[in-house]
């Protein structure tokens, strides 16, 4: 399959600490003609996994800002977006709105009849990496990357009924469909219940759409880490087939999501309810009038899904993710320094991985810092680590399949109307996970990425 050739080397890093003791005997030979250099992964490294971890970036790239939104009320950009794409306190309570802003204006029949809700982006790019394991460069290659195009349409019907569809289509052939659902607000006549059934994205606690590096968000590496050698898929970070109920108060400030779904990608046979799984978070926002302390976000979440294992896809397994996480806004409501922390710990049964002698543990962390001087212009820089606490195989280095990660980078909106929006953005970002390479050595991926966006 053309989508699966060329895995993307950051990609290649992560699919390493998840396979099993036996890294330390695949092949290192040269990659074959037109294809990028893996680094050693386990035999039982799937097609499907393969196909899973280049489908992340794909997806955190086609969550982007809607000028059609700005375009429907007559309103800048700045109205709803600190620095576009990330939301700002208003945005956030439009968003929970269902994308509405509850003033008359929401239903297409009060706007004007060249008005569709739809949209489209553009982006490609040019990465540079660096390949080494146990200290030695194994590869240097830079690339202009597979550019897209997504045409999809999301916004408010009516004020009862929101939706949303994002289709994207690759210059490879390969076409990935976002989250698709369609939401039913105020359900018996309130904001604390609004039902959406579809495929939806989990409320986390930093978004991998939301944020402001284009080229991924890299929280593939937090939301959707698993323990080295299991055999489940499930991700917190893609989109989920089930129904959401979420509620929140004016504003905003208080808020909670509840997801029941079927984990995407799981066999099935022979079972009602496939997989099951529940996602959970609240938060609440506190606002300050003076000082240099502007705002406090607080927030936990939590999940808990199974995944079948042996012949019968009804005997399931589960998986277990706990997390909180706070966020402070600095110095200015307009131009903050944002800064965000989350903890998450995770545990999953040791059925889940084939030889495993105890059930695996595992601690992670993120701090992140965004900073606008002045509009369109942003800085950012996150730092991320994951520690494995028990491995599920007992003979394991203790620090086998631990990862660090940095990132710095800087974008700037060349153009930002509500008819046209064009974004570059530069940034370099280092991951290592260690004990995956032969011999107990470490893999360090160095990347370089430049990139240009348009928006419609």
């Known amino acids: 399959m053309t989508t699966a050739r060329g895995i993307l080397a950051r990609s290649a ?5 998840l396979a099993g003791p036996g890294v330390a005997n695949a092949d290192t030979g040269p990659a074959p003609a037109g ?6 992964t386990a035999g039982r490294e799937t097609a499907e996994r393969r196909r899973m971890y280049a489908a992340l970036r794909r997806y955190v790239e086609a969550h982007r800002e809607i000028p ?13 977006h600190l620095a576009v794409p990330v939301l700002n306190a208003y945005g956030q309570a439009f968003k929970d709105n269902g994308y509405r802003m509850k003033n008359g204006t929401d239903d297409l029949r009060a706007n004007e009849p060249g ?3 739809i949209f489209a982006w553009l982006w490609k790019n040019y990465e540079y990496d660096v390949q080494r394991v146990g200290g030695q460069t194994v590869q240097r290659v830079g690339r202009m990357r597979d550019g897209a195009v997504v045409f999809g349409a999301m916004g408010s019907v009516s004020d009862k009924v929101s939706f949303r569809f994002l289709p994207s289509v690759y210059e490879d052939g390969f076409t990935f469909t976002d989250a698709g659902w369609i939401r039913y607000n105020q359900a018996f006549g309130t904001d604390w219940v609004n039902i959406k059934v579809g495929s939806n994205e989990f409320d986390l606690p930093i978004n991998g759409g939301r944020e402001y590096n284009m080229s991924n968000s890299r929280f ?3 939301y959707a880490y698993a323990v080295p050698g299991t055999v489940s898929r499930f991700t917190m970070l893609f989109p989920q087939p089930g129904i959401e109920v979420m509620g929140h108060d004016l504003g905003s400030r208080n808020r909670y999501s509840i997801n029941v779904f079927t984990a995407g990608g799981a066999p099935a046979a022979r079972c009602t309810f ?16 003076n000082g240099f302390l502007r705002s406090v976000r607080a927030g936990l979440f939590g999940a808990y899904v199974t995944w079948p294992v042996g012949p019968d896809s009804s005997d399931l397994k589960g998986q277990r993710r706990l997390g909180g996480d706070l966020e402070f806004g600095l110095g200015s409501d307009v131009l903050p320094l944002r800064v965000t922390l989350m903890g998450m710990t995770g545990r999953d049964d040791r059925a889940l991985v084939p030889t495993a002698t105890q059930n695996p543990t595992f601690n992670a962390g993120m701090l992140q810092l965004d900073y606008v001087p002045k509009l369109p212009l942003v800085f950012y820089g996150r730092l991320q680590v994951i520690r494995n606490r028990r491995q599920a195989i007992a003979g394991n280095p203790g620090d086998f399949g631990d990862q660090d990660f940095q990132l710095v980078g800087v974008r700037r909106a060349l153009e930002l109307t509500s008819r046209f929006a064009w974004v570059v953005e530069l940034t370099y ?3 290592k996970i260690k004990a995956v390479a032969p011999g107990g050595a470490d893999a360090t991926l160095n990347s370089l990425w430049l990139g240009s966006h348009l928006l419609f």
């Open 35 to 40: 294809h990028a250099y893996v680094l050693p």
């Open 115 to 117: 008005y569709w809700p």
């Open 220 to 222: 593939a590496v937090l």
């Open 13 to 17: 890093l992560v699919a390493a600490a």
């Open 429 to 431: 970002w280092r991951q």
């Open 274 to 289: 496939c997989s099951p799984g529940v996602f959970g978070r609240v938060t609440h926002r506190q606002e300050f009038a």
């Open 68 to 80: 059609a939104f700005a375009r429907k009320y007559g309103m800048k950009c700045s109205a709803c």
